[in-house]
């Protein structure tokens, strides 16, 4: 059985392949002249979190979300293990409101984590932004859910991503991180988890609680393969032929 490394801070593997060469990026330069990355364009913060896995809380990695706004109550974030260069592209998260997160199916409810103590813990924040800022945005997100869904599991020091992708939750109280793990974060980005939770004391989660099915339910929750028969194409309706 692989191990996984609980400091998932620390450098991850090496991804096997050659160093890019001039003439590949000589063609992503021209390219990048004349193409829109519109999409993309529209990442306007970088958060950084903890996630662990939904069927085993022992395994946990940082998480760097980097989000843009649909409208006013949904973001979608892209997750890297790291905000470096040559970091890993390993998930992403979508996050609602409560208003949202209300009309979805009961079945759907226990995929989506709350991210109140996520938040007024401190264990959310956005790297080299004043806390004054982040305030006025993270008063909004600590009312929120997200639906998270890693595809490296880059803390079992997988070199590509490998197998299924794996839904992920977030801190709902005290005593679930490895404290190792979170003060290496709080020196590599020179924060303070506990003045961070002091400063957001006032901050309230969702307006009608959070919901019992939310968090899985309180259970563990993991993907797993099923074989079934194949539609061939003769089932396929030819509605123009």
Sequence with gaps: MEKAVHLSTKAGPEVPGEPTKMSTSMVDSAAAAVQSFTPINQIHQHLCAFHFYAYDMTRQVEAHHFCGHINEDMRQCLIYDGPEANARLIGLEYIVTEKL?????????????????????????????????????????????????????????????????????????????????????????????????????????????????????????????????????????????
């Design 101 to 241: 997160f209300m009309t979805l199916p009961d079945d759907e409810k226990k995929l989506w984590h709350t991210h109140e103590w996520e938040v007024k813990g401190g264990f959310l924040f956005m790297p080299g932004v004043p806390e004054t800022i982040q305030r006025q945005d993270l008063e909004k997100v600590a009312k929120t859910y997200g639906k998270v869904y890693h595809f490296w599991q880059v803390d079992l020091g997988h070199e590509l991503p490998i197998g299924l992708p794996n839904i992920m939750m977030a801190v709902t109280r005290d005593g679930q991180l490895y404290p190792e793990m979170v003060k290496e974060t709080e020196k590599k980005f020179g924060v303070s988890i506990e003045k961070e939770r002091e400063s957001r004391a006032y901050m309230t989660g969702p307006d009608h609680g959070i919901h019992p099915l939310a968090n899985g339910g309180g259970k563990g929750l993991k993907l797993e393969v099923r074989e079934v028969d194949l539609k061939p194409v003769e089932s396929v309706p030819r509605v123009f032929v």
